[in-house]
């Protein structure tokens, strides 16, 4: 099975911070990763696919890059509104797996 | 618009079963593949496998066979999870989650959740 290793695991940034959350697989996936977020008590919701394409509807300060085993994920200006826990998932081999995810919270 | 909409919160004695369903609208129930994840209290999303809904087919990922089931119902776009011979550590969240034909992982649309607690 593929891993994916998010880091960190969890970060707390003031409003308006730049914030990155990486992940990195154990092999290479080509570009064939997702990014969800995940709100207290909700269902995951994606933001970003094929590591670097916005979800139609999602706020353009979230962003993706990456390629092969290395993969970022950035809020440009954290909102209140982003507080949540955030997922990869790499969707190159079955199992599809997904990082252990990383909480965002406000200092 | 796109709906995934699962059955509520479930409460089992261990050595009981469950069967979680996730009616699906708003779109061609077989044009898409249908996922399930588990998400276990304050832990991550984990792959359980998915089905066909064009064929029925289910794929199980390792340490979900045996006692967990796919199925489907195409006459009422619905698909179900059954888990039979319920232990303490199944107590987690469920969700269905449609992917495309095309494996790419694109969960666009969720259901809300189905929270089955195994407890004696």
């Known amino acids: 099975d593929i891993q994916m290793t998010q880091s960190p695991s969890s970060l707390s940034a003031s409003v308006g911070d730049r914030v990155t959350i990486t992940c990195q697989a154990s092999q290479d996936i080509s570009n064939y990763l997702n990014w969800y977020q995940q709100k207290p008590g909700k269902a995951p919701k994606l933001l970003i696919y094929d590591a670097s394409n916005l979800e139609t509807g999602v706020p353009s300060r979230f962003s993706g890059s990456g390629s092969g085993t290395d993969f970022t994920f950035t809020i440009s200006s954290l909102q209140p509104e982003d507080i949540a826990t955030y997922y990869c998932q790499q969707y190159d081999n079955l199992p599809q797996t997904f990082g252990q995810g990383t909480k965002v919270e406000i200092k | 618009q796109v709906q995934l909409v699962q059955s509520g919160s479930e409460l089992k004695k261990p050595g009981a079963s469950v069967k979680v369903s996730c009616k699906a609208s708003g779109y061609t129930f077989t044009s898409y593949a249908m996922n399930w994840v588990r998400q276990a209290p304050g832990q991550g999303l984990e792959w359980m496998g998915w089905?066909?809904?064009?064929?029925?087919?289910?794929t199980y990922a390792q340490g979900f066979t045996g006692r967990f089931v796919f199925s489907l119902d195409t006459s009422v776009s619905t698909a179900y999870l059954q888990i039979s011979s319920l232990k303490a550590e199944d107590t987690a969240v469920y969700y269905c989650a449609r992917e495309p034909y095309d494996s790419s992982g694109y969960y666009g649309n969720w259901g809300q959740g189905t929270l089955v607690t195994v407890s004696s």
């Open positions: 089905i066909n809904t064009n064929t029925g087919n289910p």
